[in-house]
């Protein structure tokens, strides 16, 4: 099975940068995705990791550690926009996701 | 492109009462997912199809829930007498391949809200 631990809740001053965690214990893994999720909206794709290291999106960056069952988000500049959730969930190769209960980011001016 | 569309955005349904939810995927895309997902929760797997194969529906809560996909594109999701823990977020996703990397990204559609009475 898939356990997969998150904070819930940080606030952020707008051009701050912010880091969100993510641990997770798995029976299998096949890649660690990131999703943003704004209130009642889709949840929309961020990033994809399944090797160790930092994967750099522009103002967004993955981090993965496979022995350590740990990965973190990095909003770096952040933006009034960015107040959402941000998901983990990962994957062990039979498809489905698993995610975690979500992180709330609060942007503030 | 034109992203996972679904409908209808909103349904409340007095309880008892069955409802149907429509799921349109991404054009091209075989595989499909139904998450359901609770006020402050993260979307919890359901079902999946690969194309119109019901490969797993391990997660369905119970026979009330029921779900296809006859054509391999659009899929509908079937809750029978519906019951007030059913209330919540539904959500499909469709993503390209099945298999392993980022080709399994699912990308979702904004989901149904769902509140039974």
């Known amino acids: 099975g898939q356990n997969i631990d998150q904070p819930t809740e940080m606030t952020a001053t707008e051009g701050a940068i912010v880091q969100i965690n993510c641990t997770y214990q798995t029976s299998g893994f096949n890649g660690l995705f990131w999703y943003q999720q704004h209130a009642g909206e889709a949840p929309t794709f961020l990033s994809y990791?399944?090797?160790?290291g930092l994967e750099e999106k522009g103002r967004f960056s993955s981090f993965l550690s496979r022995s350590k069952g740990y990965s973190y988000l990095l909003l770096k500049e952040l933006q009034m926009k960015d107040s959402a959730s941000y998901l983990c969930?990962?994957?062990?190769?039979?498809?489905?996701?698993?995610f975690g209960k979500g992180n709330q980011v609060v942007v503030i001016p | 492109g034109a992203g996972v569309s679904q409908s209808p955005r909103y349904k409340v349904a007095k309880r008892g009462q069955d409802v149907a939810l429509r799921c349109d995927p991404i054009s091209g895309h075989v595989s499909l997912f139904w998450y359901q997902q609770a006020l402050g929760q993260g979307p919890e797997f359901l079902t999946y199809?690969?194309?119109?194969?019901?490969?797993?529906k391990s997660g369905l809560p119970s026979d009330r829930f029921f779900a296809e996909r006859p054509e391999g594109s659009v899929s509908t999701l079937k809750i029978q007498r519906t019951q007030q823990e059913d209330s919540a977020v539904y959500l499909c996703a469709s993503s390209l391949v099945p298999g392993q990397g980022a080709t399994e990204t699912q990308y979702f559609g904004p989901g149904t809200r769902l509140l039974v009475l």
């Open positions: 199809f690969q194309n119109e194969a019901q490969l797993d």
């Open positions: 990791n399944v090797l160790d």
């Open positions: 969930a990962t994957t062990s190769g039979n498809n489905r996701l698993a």
